[in-house]
């Protein structure tokens, strides 16, 4: 079955201890992506990649990081979490960009 | 500044009655349109979509119109179930223009009541 997967589902943190959230995708794509939603703002593009060892920002990537070591996989890594870091993350991955993307299916994340 | 946006927070329709999720954007640029289908603790799904040399596109119950000279474009559900009950993001993006990606409006949040 072709998917995304994420995890953890749900995490809860505490200030400024770094933490992981993982994505896999199994359909080949080149593209992935992150993107949080918070209320009244939708989908926030967080880090992109449009393929192996290639990143590039979003429009909110302070106090994210990324990588892409392999085709499959795109984590992300946020080395000291805040509260302003509590959302709901969305890992996308694509053929291109600008068409359909796959979501996962979300991460919820609080820090507090 | 927000280029793509979704006006009605939320909607409330009959069952069996039309559902209208409307979304404008402002980048003239934007050439592809997509809507998406999100139910809590899931993430979102695509639905439909529209290519700006189309204006209507079918898909069973769902349909997409653009009007390109208002920048607009909307999602019509005939006839709403109760299981259309979700939120809708509207997206565009520009084909093989500078920003490559899809910008997401705000979303709809449609109840479908019995």
């Known amino acids: 079955e072709a998917q995304v997967t994420q995890n953890p589902r749900y995490l809860i943190t505490v200030t400024g201890k770094k933490l992981t959230v993982t994505c896999s995708q199994n359909?080949?794509?080149?593209?992935m992506s992150w993107y949080r939603q918070d209320p009244g703002l939708g989908l926030r593009q967080i880090y992109y990649s449009m393929n192996v060892e290639v990143t590039d920002k979003g429009d909110v990537p302070e106090g994210y990081k990324v990588s892409r070591k392999e085709k499959r996989n795109f984590p992300l890594i946020l080395e000291s979490p805040s509260p302003n870091q509590t959302s709901l993350y969305f890992c996308?991955?694509?053929?291109?960009?600008?068409?359909?993307?796959?979501f996962g299916p979300g991460t919820r994340l609080t820090v507090t | 500044d927000q280029q793509v946006k979704q006006n009605s927070p939320s909607l409330s329709v009959q069952e069996g009655r039309i559902s209208i999720l409307n979304c404008d954007y402002t980048n003239s640029m934007f050439d592809y349109f997509l809507w998406y289908k999100k139910y809590p603790a899931e993430g979102p799904t695509f639905l439909i979509s529209i290519s700006s040399i189309k204006d209507k596109n079918e898909d069973g119950r769902f349909t997409v119109f653009l009007n390109k000279s208002a920048k607009h474009l909307s999602l019509h559900i005939v006839p709403s179930q109760p299981g259309d009950s979700a939120v809708y993001f509207c997206?565009?993006?520009?084909?093989?223009?500078?920003?490559?990606?899809?910008?997401f409006g705000t979303g709809t949040l449609l109840a479908v009541q019995p």
């Open positions: 996308a991955s694509s053929w291109d960009p600008a068409y359909e993307q796959y």
């Open positions: 359909m080949n794509h080149e593209y």
């Open positions: 997206a565009a993006s520009a084909l093989g223009g500078a920003t490559n990606k899809l910008i």
